[in-house]
T-cell receptor, first 112, second 114 residues
């Protein structure tokens, strides 16, 4: 059984640019959530996708957007990057019948 | 979601039991207590969850007080590899999906030492 994989592992972008982060969910999981974790803080919920539709969103501006594909993989897109967007971005997958989420190791985004 | 309160850090000797407390005094009747941990540079890892009964699995035990206002995660024989940040989370329902997010605090940094 494969876990959650995220790519890339590290990324450096310039303020104002756009970035796309990718996530492959664990086999059999049809729900994907994205979290942002700033240094020294706990992860903060960005949004969740189920059956290719967003079905929950945290307190993040519209420049944070996402997609889920028929194979349940997902993308997180961030437009107009700001310095404060520098963080570890975590993807988690689950199945509605499960109790726990499986997290990937994250993408470390640095905005300069 | 109800908020939780955890000590910022704890130390434990290897081989001893690690008891991590969590206060969740405003927990609602339909909210479960979840525990996750995050080892440095990795994503959070699910440990255990419960509603009102004590729970045990291969990783840990969860003790929930009768009034459900606090709980304790017990690692019976801590090892160096248990050094991590441990998060106590309360959330509605026991199943994932439906936008049922996890609300993380800052957790407890557990350091297991020789």
């Amino acid at each position: 059984e494969t876990g959650v994989t995220q790519s890339p592992t590290h990324l450096i972008k310039t303020r104002g640019q756009q970035v796309t982060l990718r996530c492959s969910s664990q086999s059999g999981h049809n729900t994907v959530s994205w979290y942002q974790q700033a240094l020294g803080q706990g992860p903060q919920f960005i949004f969740q996708y189920y059956r290719e539709e967003e079905n929950g969103r945290g307190n993040f501006p519209p420049r944070f957007s996402g997609l889920q594909f028929p194979n349940y993989s997902s993308e997180l897109n961030v437009n107009a990057l700001e310095l404060d967007d520098s963080a570890l971005y975590l993807c988690a997958s689950s199945h509605p019948g499960n109790y726990g989420y499986t997290f990937g190791s994250g993408t470390r985004l640095t905005v300069v | 979601d109800a908020k939780t309160t955890q000590p910022p850090s704890m130390d434990c000797a290897e081989g001893r039991a690690a008891n991590l407390p969590c206060n969740h005094s405003t927990i609602s009747g339909n909210e479960y207590v979840y525990w996750y941990r995050q080892i440095h540079s990795q994503g959070p890892q699910y440990i255990i969850h419960g509603l009102k009964n004590n729970e045990t699995n291969e990783m840990a035990s969860l003790i929930i007080t009768e009034d459900r206002k606090s709980s304790t995660l017990i690692l019976p024989h801590a090892t160096l590899r248990d050094t991590a940040v441990y998060y106590c989370i309360v959330r509605v329902g026991g199943l994932t999906g439906g936008g049922n997010k996890l609300t993380f605090g800052t957790g407890t940094q557990l350091k297991v030492e020789l």
